[in-house]
């Protein structure tokens, strides 16, 4: 699992510092007369990947925007209760996403990127790619909150 | 009015917002035979495939560099001898670093959390109350929230069709106004409650404040080349945020010769963080913002407004009545990514200019983001200056009162919104 972190991290770094040279390159290109047609287009297809793997990596360092303003009111059992329904949401969620974009993936594979030849299809990849890893965290998450919890009723 | 049920109900149950937004979509698509839930997840994917938002990461990117480059440490003294010796001292700085800041990082709430770091100690060393500095820094927040690149104003053009070179330029003044006008506001209060210490501090003579201005000048032409490439077609706003990033890299390697490999990684690793975080919003609301089209709910919603009025400026109130409260009750990001397509059809339908309304959504949004109680700025100052609620909102209404009196003279007076963007892009 640590290992998958640190490739997860290190291949989000590298496609962002990718699309800013893509997207950089593209414009001074262009802006001495050598257009590079295509850097966009791979510009938006790593965006993808990034957005998916990038919402991982803010899933792993619970950093996804939440509104506490109703739970924190609540007794520790009842906010105990109310966030594994909360990871159940979330698992559902994102089997949704797995399933349905893989299903995506493969409805036309003919479709190619804007002045590519690479396929749509691994744009659509990204999501249920992310949605897999996202799936793989919360699962560890819920494990480990689960285990926790059986401990200390245990103590 | 079914999802928003479910989408309120989950986000109040602690689901992260993201989530909520997904699963109310997705489970729109499931309850209607008519959309298959494909289209649900092909929405998700398309919204990330559009260049105009590529400045998102790319501003969020350059404001991580630009703290780790040694542009952030520079702006902060230059902000401090410009304005320290003025009553409510450090006060001041915390406003001019904002209107400074704004020039070169896109997130208001990132700022915010920056500055009550690094000024929150030495303001309540220099005798300005903590609720007091609390507040100020929250409050100017929204300076850096108007002077571009602002994300709000990219997300508002992404969502509305609007120009995000133009939207840029029209945040200018708005921003500047602010600024003075938050000045004034402290100003007043520091002095009519000795608040700070600010006697021994003199005025810096000319020649210090330009010696100190040379030291920072590659932060401080930053914006300007920005305007500039923007405005005369050399880079579009994604393009001139690659540019940005490279920039902020350039200056910290060789003209500061402050950032480190290391530095460089963590800025990077931060922003993957942050990207994926508001970019996993925009995604959701890819298939909602679809569901809303859907149900016609702009249309019918223009068509219902102007059967009551057709006065420009009453519809203008009230989708600013309705976005201050939406705004204090949700997060920033996705009031602007939801409302935008349902609100600008009505103003434009009313012939109000959507560049106009634009700046004022992202004030009056991320007002929101001030107040309590669902404020994201205010508890991370808060939090960050271990400071109670009840304190800063002791010593916030007068920030509060003196931004609302701006904001109102903006909407009253759209030349002074449209005069610069209407003057530079006038066709020569």
Known sequence: MNHLDKIERIVCISLLSAIVLLVFTAAVMRTVGLPIIWSVDIAQLLFAWLCMLGANQTLKH????????????????????????????????????????????????????????????????????????MLLTLLEQSWLKWFSVKERAAQ | MMMLLIFLALLLAGVPLAFSLMASGLLFFIMHDSLPVLVAVQRMVSSSQSFPLLAVPFFILAG?????????????????????????????????????????????????????????????DSGLPRGFSAAIITVSALITACIPPSIGLILYGYMGNVSIGKLFIAGLLPGALLTIALMLCVRWVASSQKLGNTETQKPQAFREVMIAAGRCKWALLFPVLMIVTIRWGIFTPSEAGAFAVVYAVLVGLFAYRELTFAQLYSALNESVRDIGMIMLIVLAAGTVGYVIAFQQLPVELAQSVSAVTQSPLLVLMICLALLLVIGTLMEGTITVLLLTPILVPVIQSVGIDPVHFGILLVLVVTFGGTTPPVGIAMYTVCNIMDCPITQFIRHVWPFYLTVLVVLLLLALLPELVLFLPDYVYATP
Do not use: K
């Not at chain 1, 520790?76 to 993936?105: E, H, P, T």
């Not at chain 2, 915390?94 to 690094?118: E, H, N, P």
């Open chain 1, 62 to 133: 619970a950093q996804h925007a939440t509104v506490d303003i109703a739970t924190q009111y609540l007794p520790a059992r009842w906010q105990q209760r109310l966030s594994g329904l909360a990871s159940l949401i979330m698992i559902g969620v994102l089997a949704a996403i797995v399933v349905y974009g893989i299903a995506l993936f493969n409805l036309n594979p003919q479709r190619t990127l804007g002045s590519t030849l690479i396929p749509y299809r691994y744009v659509a990849l990204a999501l249920p790619v992310g949605g897999g890893l």
């Open chain 2, 64 to 124: 991580h560099i630009m703290n780790a480059s040694g542009i952030t440490s520079r702006l902060i003294s230059f902000a401090n001898l410009l304005v320290c010796w003025i009553s409510g001292g450090l006060a001041h700085v915390t406003i001019v670093l904002s209107a400074l800041m704004g020039g070169v990082s896109g997130s208001a709430i990132a700022d915010a959390a920056m500055q009550a770091r690094i000024l929150g100690q030495p303001m309540e």
